[in-house]
């Protein structure tokens, strides 16, 4: 059974500070890796990674993927309190189905 | 430039009742899915289709029914509510074999089930 699984659940941090976020997979047939943001509505795509260790960058946000390992990080560094939201990583298989797993997502609140 | 297209936003059934949650997507996507997200347990895919005529099952999808009679319209029906269907409800579309990044999400159906 495929399988994505997010650390931390939870994640409380002031406005300034660097948060990474960790995902790893077990996904058969995987294809890519997926990172959304959602807030209180539908998520929303920030990164989509295929191959390891090529680091995907969009202003203050970064992910990096090892294959290897099976893992993906997504960074946010000074982070904002417009960062706050559930931050859902997926993994997609290959076929023409190429269905996404999703893992349960991590909250994270930035304070001031 | 309407996307995916959710109906209704918000619901309230009482257990035993039937209903259809609409899907409409307006850019031809063959790959359509239904998805529930509860708290703590990421979204999980109910039912999805690869195109007209075509549906399969996803990793929950008991008390679930789906159709897809045209390319446009995928609706998600609940046979019979109960309060485990409690949930709140993504409809999402993309072309086949695409990854990820072409995926579009409605934007949610908030369910409860009392």
């Known amino acids: 059974e495929d399988k994505v699984v997010q650390s931390p659940l939870s994640l409380v941090v002031h406005e300034g500070d660097t948060v990474t976020l960790n995902c790893s997979y077990e996904v058969t047939n995987f294809r890519s890796l997926l990172w959304y943001k959602q807030e209180k509505k539908a998520p929303t795509f920030l990164f989509m990674l295929?191959?390891?260790?090529i680091e995907k960058k969009s202003g203050r946000l970064s992910s990096i993927l090892d294959k290897k390992e099976l893992f993906s990080i997504l960074n946010i560094t000074a982070t904002q309190t417009g960062d706050s939201a559930i931050y859902l990583c997926a993994a997609a298989s290959t076929g023409t189905a190429s269905k996404l797993t999703f893992g349960t997502g991590t909250r994270l609140q930035v304070t001031l | 430039n309407a996307g995916v297209t959710q109906t209704p936003k918000f619901q309230v059934l009482k257990t035993g009742q039937s209903m259809t949650l609409q899907c409409a997507q307006d850019m031809n996507h063959e790959y359509m899915s239904w998805y529930r997200q509860d708290p703590g347990m990421g979204l999980r895919l109910i039912h999805y289709s690869v195109g007209a005529g075509i549906t399969d099952q996803g990793e929950v999808p008991n008390g679930y029914n789906v159709s897809r009679s045209t390319t446009e319209d995928f609706p998600l029906r609940l046979l019979s509510a109960a309060p485990s269907q409690t949930s709140v409800y993504f409809c999402a579309s993309r072309q086949t074999g695409g990854s990820g990044n072409t995926i579009y999400f409605g934007e949610g159906s908030w369910l409860t089930v009392v």
């Open positions: 295929t191959s390891s260790g």
